[in-house]
């Protein structure tokens, strides 16, 4: 069984004050941060680039996890792994949702030292990157359309979970399968019971108790 891990999306933290919001976030028991890198292109929202990433390194000593909402998803994996990314995810469509370019893509971000996961939007269908997955180390089902934090989970995409939760059970692949979006005191154990074991959340765990949220995600 794969361990699992919780990742705060830095969306939602308080951006008044950040250096308590991630003192806050180190002592928690998230092992993971969730980066969105959006480029008010690939989706309609503009946040992060490297340099925040760089501070946000500074104070979280675990696994920073940059998700790529970009167009042109190949271009900034040098900068992120010089701020200190330590896996890079990026988004099928953003490259045609051509699978040899998916796999290539993936093997660049590996052969750069980092760990390397691809996503695919709600609409996309999951089977056709079958031939990637041996060349990633996570696959991000998102449970919402990128862009926002806050929106509701779109529980058929669970189907998803569940088809890579069996794809990695029958071969001799070992990705983590991650789920993204509308994650809460509820769908948290629906995704969990469908295979996930890389839950990123973001408005719901950020409002009220983090670590005890956190914690009972981790039981
Ligand atoms: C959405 C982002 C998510 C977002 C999740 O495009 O990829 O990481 O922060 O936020 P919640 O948990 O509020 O849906
Ligand atoms: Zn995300």
Redesign the pocket.
Known sequence: MTERVVAP?V??MDYSDTGAALQMLENSPAQWL?F?V?DGHF?PNLTFGPDILKGIRKGFSGILDV?L?TSDPACWVEPFRKAGADLITFHTEALDNDPSAVSELLDTIRSQGLQAGFSVKPGTPIELFASCLPHADLVLV?S?E??????SFMEGQLEKVRWLASQRAENDVTYRIEI????NGTTWKKAVESGADTL??????FSGDLDQKTAEMLQ
Do not use: E, R
């Not at 990128?146 to 929106?151: A, D, L, M, S």
């Not at 993204?180 to 994650?183: E, L, Q, S, T, V």
């Not at 990123?200 to 765990?205: D, E, F, I, R």
């Open positions: 999306s969306l939602s969730h969105d959006m989706v998700h909402m998102m919402v990128p862009g926002f934090g806050g929106q993204d979006g509308g994650i990123v959340a973001g408005s719901w765990l």
